[in-house]
Nanobody, 120 residues
């Protein structure tokens, strides 16, 4: 019914940048919140950044000033610009959307994840 597809991950050197994208498709009426989470090796999934449809964005303290979340509501797409990457940013990055279906209820959906590896 709904798919979230991430792209843009990869291997990058410390100090480098990547731009992650996540496009939502399917029988969507409206999207409320969109966000990015990550799961480092051996650790729990954690919030990176979230962006409500009409509210204040939220960032994890560890990424403030380095990462920027943005949305293109015409394309049901959320982006994460990651700059000044550090080895501790290495993780699988997942996008997340809180949305309303055209037929059906409201729910939270996840993408399949994209690997970001920061290493020299």
């Amino acid at each position: 019914q709904v798919q979230l597809v991430e792209s843009g991950g990869g291997l990058v050197q410390p100090g480098g940048s990547l731009r992650l994208s996540c496009a939502a498709s399917g029988s969507i009426f409206t999207i409320y919140d969109m966000g990015w989470y990550r799961q480092p090796p051996g650790r729990q999934r954690e919030l990176v950044a979230s962006m409500p449809s009409g509210g204040t964005t939220t960032y994890a303290d560890s990424v403030k000033g380095r990462f920027t979340i943005s949305r293109d509501n015409t394309k049901n797409t959320v982006y994460l610009q990651t700059n000044s990457l550090k080895p501790e940013d290495t993780a699988v990055y997942y996008c997340n959307a809180d949305l309303q279906l055209r037929i059906g209820g409201r729910g939270t959906y996840w993408g399949q994840g994209t690997q970001v590896t920061v290493s020299s």
